[in-house]
T-cell receptor, first 113, second 116 residues
Framework: AQSVTQLGSHVSVSEGALVLLRCNYS??????LFWYVQYPNQGLQLLLK??????LVKGINGFEAEFKKSETSFHLTKPSAHMSDAAEYFC???????????FGKGTSLLVTP | DTGVSQDPRHKITKRGQNVTFRCDPI?????LYWYRQTLGQGPEFLTY????????KSRLLSDRFSAERPKGSFSTLEIQRTEQGDSAMYLC??????????????FGEGSWLTVV
């Protein structure tokens, strides 16, 4: 079985500051890892995903994440926060034996002027 | 590519009534998923279809819930005898099977259910 834990249900950063959203995973098989963003009253949009290969993954809107097997982590970062980044962010995992995603509880990102 | 479409977007129903949600996946996506999301929580997996076959069901899918995908295209999720605890957003998603488990799953905008 696969699961993810998102550390920090709320994160607040100033506009222009570094964004760091934490995700740790648990998986008995090589994991496939995803970050999704959800704006109010909308569905989920894929930011980036790790399947195999390069461990540093670049996504949309300037976000990136690094797969660290030794730390079982897949933290999401962005060098400089914009007001438009304020949203709910979800880390998710799937494994070879299943195709459905298991999501974390989400981290709400607040960006202050 | 019009994306995953869900209907209705919002539904308010009285406890005990039946409701049905429809999902139209991205064309040519053979995999279709239903998730449930409550306020402040991440989406929870309900069920998954490959073409018309329902291959996986979560323990969350009680016997009041039924999902179908009769022709391998659109899908319906029916909730019978609704309870207040069913109030949530029901998300539909779809993907292709070209790269197996690493395929991107695309989500619809969701259908909000409020049971009063």
């Amino acid at each position: 079985a696969q699961s993810v834990t998102q550390l920090g249900s709320h994160v607040s950063v100033s506009e222009g500051a570094l964004v760091l959203l934490r995700c740790n995973y648990s998986s008995s098989v090589p994991p496939y890892l995803f970050w999704y963003v959800q704006y109010p009253n909308q569905g989920l949009q894929l930011l980036l995903k790790y399947t195999t290969g390069a461990t540093l993954v670049k996504g949309i809107n300037g976000f990136e994440a690094e797969f660290k097997k030794s730390e079982t982590s897949f933290h999401l970062t962005k060098p400089s926060a914009h007001m438009s980044d304020a949203a709910e962010y979800f880390c998710a995992v799937s494994g070879n034996s299943g195709y459905a995603l298991n999501f974390g509880k989400g981290t709400s990102l607040l960006v202050t002027p | 590519d019009t994306g995953v479409s869900q209907d209705p977007r919002h539904k308010i129903t009285k406890r005990g009534q039946n409701v049905t949600f429809r999902c139209d996946p991205i064309s040519e996506h053979n995999r279709l998923y239903w998730y449930r999301q409550t306020l402040g929580q991440g989406p929870e997996f309900l069920t998954y279809f490959q073409n018309e076959a329902q291959l996986e069901k979560s323990r969350l899918l009680s016997d009041r819930f039924s999902a179908e995908r009769p022709k391998g295209s659109f899908s319906t999720l029916e909730i019978q005898r609704t309870e207040q605890g069913d109030s949530a957003m029901y998300l539909c998603a779809s993907s292709s099977n070209k790269n197996q488990a690493g395929n991107t799953i695309y989500f619809g905008e969701g259908s909000w259910l409020t049971v009063v």
